[in-house]
């Protein structure tokens, strides 16, 4: 019997260890249960994250998307006004061409108009001091033929007188 209460003894320590590991495991699946509900947790949040990054992913292409339209465009247009700049500039260039041309041509003509000025003055005085002369001289020929006319008639007188 004694073997009996040994056996019995046993057992019943058997039972009791056999419990606490049952209560144990219990236990670590509880622990197990909870640690695998966060971890669910966790996951959904993640995907929820996953989602709204993909999301702000999809926004910030299409912002990209846009944006690198726009520079195109803003290339394109600072393109076309460099091009739209150096026609200017080239224009600039051929008009300050002509504007030197044509400065040259006026300082000739004014040096050309001033000569002509000159010779007109020139010209001017010289009409006057003809005219002041052919008048003198007009005059002195008016004398002149008087002094002939008489000398004429006193020719004629002393010729009356001498016959």
Known sequence: MDAIKKKMQAMKVEKDNAMDRG????????????????AEEEVAEL??????????????????????EKLKE????????????????????????????????????????????????????MRKVLESRAQQDEERMGKLEEELKGARNQAEDADKKYD
């Open 23 to 38: 209560d144990v495991c219990e236990q670590a699946a509880k622990d197990a249960k909870v640690r695998a509900a966060k």
């Open 47 to 68: 995907v929820k994250k996953a989602q709204q990054l993909e999301v702000e992913l999809d926004k910030t292409q299409e912002e990209l998307l846009t944006t690198t």
């Open 74 to 125: 803003k290339e394109n247009s600072l393109s076309s006004a460099e091009l739209e700049v150096n026609a200017l500039n080239r224009r600039v260039q051929s008009l300050e061409g002509d504007l030197e041309t044509c400065e040259d041509k006026l300082l000739l003509a004014t040096n050309k108009l001033d000569k002509a000025a000159t010779a007109a003055d020139d010209s001017d005085r």
